[in-house]
Every structure is written in C-alpha cells, then in structure tokens.
C-alpha cells in the first residue's frame, strides 16, 4: 500500500470533517457499542481553559517536558489525558497492571475501576492494581484517566505483567479503538495545519512566532537558486516554472506566473534566463563525462540494493512514498506510467555530473529536501547518476533478448518537455531579475543581491479568501496557485480561523509521527505487527532482472531471507529501546556505526532536527531523553560479566563480536550485534527486558531464551541463578570494551 498520508486524509475525510461543530471536539465518554476496529488507542486531550484535542495513540504513555503542551492545539499548562479503546486477547487470562509517571491516574478495565484516582509515587514507583485482573478473549475495554502535575515533567506509562509475564508496556498490536467525532476533527485539523506548513505560506505570511520557532516545518525553504543555471538546464527550468506539477506530480511548489499562457511563457523564459545566469543550455552530453555499460549497470544494481526502489520504484513496481517521484519505467509500460505515475525524466533535468554531486550531498543546495543522504561514495554516486540518465535504445525499444534492458532503461516518454520554436521568444534575463523581485522568490529561495521581501498579510488574516488557495481565480491574480481540492481549501480557511497558533507549538510526540510517515520509515521497517510496505523481489524476479542482485537485497546471505536478523530493525519499542545521543547521531549521520553491516539496504541520514525526532520517539513511550550513562565499572562485576559473556556459561562470544575481538562462530556470525556498541546504543531498562525474553520483543530472533518464567538462569553458582544480577555483571563488563562507561 503506497504511503499517502496527507492526500488520503485530505480527500477522504476533510469534506465531512469541515462542517463538523465544535461540540464533536468535546472529552467523549466510552461508548458500549463502540466498534474497537481501529489500531491504537484514542487520546483525549482538554486544557484548563476548556480547549480540547483529539488523536490517535499508539501506546498507553505520553511524556510532555515542563513549559510544552500535549497537543499543537492546546496552551501549555495542566491538562487532562484520556485513553480509551480496548485491549485484544487471543485466549483468557489475568494480568497486573501499573502506572508509572507523574500526576493522578484512574484506570478502568471492562467498565470497573481498578486503580482509583490517586496521586502517581515518586521515583518512578509504579502504582498497582490489587492483584491480577481477569480479561477475557477478544476485546476489553480499556479507559486511563491522566490529570497532569501543575509543576514538572508530565509523564505517564501503563504495563502490565502476571506470573509467567515480567512487567512490560502494553504491546500496541494489543491495543485497538473505535472510530469518533473527535478523531475525525482533530485529524482535519492536523492536516490542513500539515497543508499550510507544506506550501510554506510562512515564508510569505507572517505568524505571531515566526518560521524559527513552533512547527519544525515552518523553517524549510525553497532550493537555493544561486548558481543554479550550473546544474540544471534552462529548458528544464523554463518548464518548471510554467506548471511544477506537469513534470513532477508530488511538487508542492505552486503556478506562480501570469494566467495568460502567452505571458507566462515570456514570464519562464525570462526567468530562466536569470537563474541560467547565461551558461546555456548544454544539451549535448560532455564526452568527459560519457559512461560505460558497466557503470550503469553497477547504478542499477546500487538503485536496488541500497534501497532507492522503496521509496521511487523499480521496474516492477510503483513508487511507495507519496512525495517521491517514479525514476523507472515499469517492464510493462516502458514508454510512460504504471498507476497514473509518470516516469522523470532526470536526463532533461540534470547537467552531469550535477546529478552525482546532488545524490552524494542532497541537503547541499536544499537543506529540506526530501531526498536522504545514503553515505555514498563519489564512484557509487557516479555510477548512480549514471543509470538514472542513461538514454534509453534507439527508438525506447528495448533488445528483444534481454528483459533486464527493457525493465531498467529509461526509455522516452509520450509526453517530453514541449519543443519551443527558434526565435519564437526572446528571453531577457535583466527582465527576469525584475520579474523574480516582483514575484517574491526571494521569501522562499536563496538568491544573491538581495534580502528576503517583508511578511505579507499574516496567516490568520488570510481566512476567507478561497482564491488564494485554488489554481482558478482571474487573470490579473498574482498570488501562488496551488492545486488544491474544494475540501482541502474549506480546511485551511476553517484553520485560518480558529488554529493558526497551533503554528507556533512544538509538540515532539506529534513531530516524530510526521517524519516517520514523510520520510518513509514504514517501507523499509515494521512496527507495531504491520510488516514494511516495501519488500525485496522475489528469487524469480531477482534471476530475471539481474545477475547483480541475484542475492537478497537485505543481506548477503541466501539462507533465512525472512529472519528478523537479516531485515532492517523493527521500530515498534524504538524510543524505549535507543539512548537519545546515539539515537540522533545515528539518524542524522554523524556516526559511523552500523549496527547491521550485513545488509545491504543502507540506513538513510535525516539530519534535519534528528534531535527532536529522537525525542519524540523516547516521549511516545512517555520517556525523557536518556541522560548519561555514568554508572560506574565495578571491578567485581565486570570480571563477573566477562566469565558469562566470553566463557562458556552463556556463550554470547560464540556468536557476538567483542568490540576487534571477532565472534567465535565464524560465517553468520557477522550478522549479530557487536557487543562494543550494546551500551552506546541501548537503555538499560530494554537491555534487560530483551535479555530476558528476546522472542517476546523480537519473535523469530536467533537470540536463545535463557532465563525461566520466574528470573533465574541454569548457571545457579553465579548469583544463585538470578538473571536480573547476572545482567547487571554483564552491563559492568560492556562498559568495558571501549576504554570505561558511556
């Protein structure tokens, strides 16, 4: 299923959302017909000033630092928190639940209170139910009443655990919810929010906290446009100018130029001649720069296996990510479009080797672009761009012997950029300078000699005026067009109205979710019991689109391709199992571990604020960032830890490596966790709750069980078999295979 989160929203929901009254916003009460059909839990949010929010929970826990607030919609201060829907169970049986956190809690299971409001421990002391609760197969509801504190950090989570369980977080594919009012409104209110982030309006329109401050997304900006005329053709950028969405659907950069189309042919051509800055347009191909078979065909193997297919596609199937444009044309329609996609041709875009640079360094010129970096090296980048421009066999056929030319060339499409007659207009690019000024370029681009224009109207004063959303209008308009759906236009007037500070709040929890949904997280990795969208070819498809992935694209080994060790990491427990510094280095690039060297899918950076992603993560677990790990070595237990870790008793050396120590278990071995990384990267607490039962967080793991229903190890001469001390032996002696703690 391809990810179009703001699209699907926005067409399926906002035309019966925008006339919804306020009164569907109000806290709502658990409904006895309900129908739990829905992943999730519903979270009810109201301020002190009576404000109310709604959206989906993935878990029973939220964490809100002091001075911020639980939802965009809402000011910062006390509030409330309400989970409702319902917990899933295959068979009957009994649980122990608690509360940890800050703040009074109630809980309620089946329609009876089972934890009375009172006030949460300190110290993270957990806050129990008088013995085990009996729930019974199918589904229970469920409701979690969360009064925040009036000072500190708000912090809440729910766990549960009996006899043979320890304790742990409610798994969310356990949690279902019903559909609401509340959820509906609140979801519109996202998007539209969502939809006047995207179109960057900010640049132009004022907000009371301005683009640096509340939603991270306020700060993006347009490409930087200095220089140019060096990467990309005139022609390309003529076109561009006249309709964005004509030559690439996903662009959210709206028609700017007059609704006459003889002007705004003028208009482009003098545009382009500025931002060209008269270098041409260099449509012949630079011999120095002509490829071989082999580097292309090195790029299409690299197309593959580093994962670029998950989000553009391949031969064999569309592009998965909303927002990213199809590469490739499909083996079945190699001149055109596969599900209304059209192919891009990068070819009448990019100069070479600009395309190169750009893929090595995408954030170089457009510190917001979608587009990762993959940690390329400058050849790969090269054989990359290679492929992605090679032109397709005379006449887009493809040899009638080879099936893997037809499926990877990218042959002409039936609609290439319209030829312009000799002559016919006559670009002046002082015109265009003038032209560019009038236009405002400057408020969302980058270009020399000039600063960004003053705000114009501010957002909020926008509301009622529908012709400034829609690609309609008359023909002296000068305003964006943006092609916008009625709905989606009655949203964001509705948005202008009544949630235009919302702008100006940052809510990490919310932010987290965004970035996981925009920057395709779910293709490559599961979470929550939903496998990823995006998958590897099957052995057949593999042998007959090339030798060069002849393997599993997600490691280099051909035994078990369906192995959790061998995929990319399921993210369901992820901000409670990563510490926040290595977390954000790891996501936005700046280190050089790789936990999984053995795949060949390659971990793409996301610098920009990987810090707040990071946080959100840990905040939807209702975690804070992790602090520093200062524990102490302690001599005794370390060496302790070592005769478990490197002996015989538990034998994690047989199949881990120990920092330049290599594992003892030689092949397949290189596809397990070197241990030097285990503190760097993980939490205690996920630490230990994995160590004690891998297949109950990871299931299918290579990682053996050694620990019974009741906590203790077979190996009773160390610590009497208790595995909790034996662990924390074990954490001593990984904080030393670096030189001492982290």
Avoid at 95 to 106: A, K, M, N, P
């Amino acid at each position: 299923m391809r990810i179009r989160w703001q699209a699907l929203c926005a067409t399926a929901t906002l035309v019966s959302l925008a006339s919804a009254s306020a009164a569907t916003a109000q806290t709502e009460s658990p409904d006895a017909g309900a129908v739990f059909d829905q992943p999730g839990l519903t979270l009810a949010l109201s301020s002190s000033d009576s404000a109310t929010d709604a959206r989906v929970a993935r878990l029973a826990a939220l964490y809100v630092p002091e001075g911020q607030t639980a939802s965009p919609f809402l000011d910062a201060g006390p509030f409330e928190a309400a989970f409702r829907g319902a917990i899933e169970l295959n068979l009957n049986d009994w649980y122990r639940f608690s509360v940890r956190g800050s703040g009074t809690v109630q809980l309620s299971i089946g329609g009876e209170v089972v934890i009375a409001r009172q006030e949460l421990p300190a110290a993270d002391a957990p806050l129990s139910t008088n013995g085990e609760v009996r729930l019974n197969k199918g589904l229970n509801p469920i409701e979690l009443i969360y009064h925040s504190p009036t000072a500190g950090d708000a912090s809440l989570r729910l766990t549960w655990d009996n006899d043979y369980l320890p304790e742990e977080p409610i798994p969310p594919e356990r949690l279902r919810r019903a559909d609401s009012p509340a959820l509906h409104l609140g979801l519109a209110r996202r998007v539209a929010r969502d939809l006047v982030a995207d179109a960057m309006c900010v640049r132009c329109h004022a907000v009371a906290s301005g683009p640096s401050d509340g939603m991270p997304e306020l700060q993006a900006t347009g490409p930087d446009l200095d220089g140019i005329g060096s990467r990309l053709r005139p022609r390309w950028i003529e076109q561009w100018l006249l309709d964005p969405k004509a030559l690439r659907p996903q662009a959210r950069m709206p028609r700017v130029l007059s609704t006459d189309a003889a002007e705004a042919r003028q208009q482009a051509a003098d545009l382009a001649a500025y931002l060209a800055g008269g270098l041409g347009d260099d449509s012949a191909r630079d011999p120095a720069t002509a490829t071989s078979a082999a580097e292309v065909a090195d790029g299409r193997r690299l197309y593959t296996e580093i994962g670029c297919a998950a989000c553009h596609g391949d031969a064999t199937s569309t592009p998965q990510l909303d927002a990213a444009p199809r590469l490739v044309a499909g083996t079945e329609t190699p001149g055109g479009s596969e599900g209304g996609d059209p192919v891009v041709r990068l070819e009448d875009k990019w100069k070479p080797p600009a395309l190169a640079d750009y893929l090595l360094e995408p954030g170089r010129f457009d510190s917001w672009s979608g587009m990762p970096r993959t940690a390329l090296q400058p050849a790969e980048a090269a054989s990359l761009a290679a492929y992605l421009l090679a032109p397709a066999p005379e006449g887009g056929a493809a040899p009638a012997d080879t099936a893997l030319t037809k499926a990877t060339s990218n042959p002409a499409p039936t609609d290439p950029l319209p030829a312009t007659a000799p002559g016919s207009i006559q670009a002046d690019a002082e015109r265009g300078k003038r032209l560019a000024d009038e236009l405002r370029c400057r408020s969302c681009h980058s270009l020399p000699g000039a600063d960004p224009p003053p705000p114009a109207t501010p957002v909020d004063g926008l509301a009622g005026r529908t012709s400034t959303w829609t690609t309609g209008g008359d023909t002296t308009s000068n305003h964006p067009r943006y092609a916008l759906e009625p709905a989606q236009v009655v949203a964001i007037e509705r948005f202008q109205a009544e949630g235009v500070a919302s702008l100006s709040r940052t809510v990490p929890i919310e932010y987290a979710e965004r970035r996981i949904r925009s920057d395709g997280c779910l293709l490559c990795h599961s979470r929550d019991g939903v496998a990823a969208v995006w998958s590897p070819p099957s052995e057949q498809r593999r042998r007959t689109t090339t030798e060069a992935t002849d393997q599993n694209l997600f490691t280099s080994s051909t035994e078990d391709e369906t192995g959790p060790d061998r995929l990319p990491p399921d993210l369901t427990w992820a901000g409670e199992k990563l510490r926040s510094d290595w977390l954000t280095d790891f996501l936005s690039g700046r280190t050089a571990d790789r936990p999984r060297p053995h795949l060949r899918v390659r971990m793409p950076a996301f610098a920009a604020h990987a810090d707040l992603l990071a946080a959100g993560l840990h905040h939807q677990h209702g975690l804070p960032a992790s602090p520093a790990d200062v524990l102490a070595i302690d001599p005794e237990l370390a060496a302790i830890g070592r005769d478990l870790v490197r002996g015989d008793r538990l034998g994690c050396h047989s199949c881990h490596a120990l920092g330049d120590d290599p594992a003892l278990g030689g092949e397949g071995s290189e596809e397990t966790i070197n241990f030097d990384l285990v503190r760097r990267r993980l939490r205690r607490g996920y630490f230990d709750r994995f160590l004690r039962d891998p297949q109950r967080i990871l299931p299918g793991s290579k990682m053996p069980q050694f620990v019974d229903e009741d906590g203790y190890t077979a190996l009773y001469d160390i610590f009497d078999g208790e595995a909790k001390r034996q662990f924390e032996a074990i954490w001593h002696f990984l904080g030393t295979l670096d030189g001492g703690p982290r």
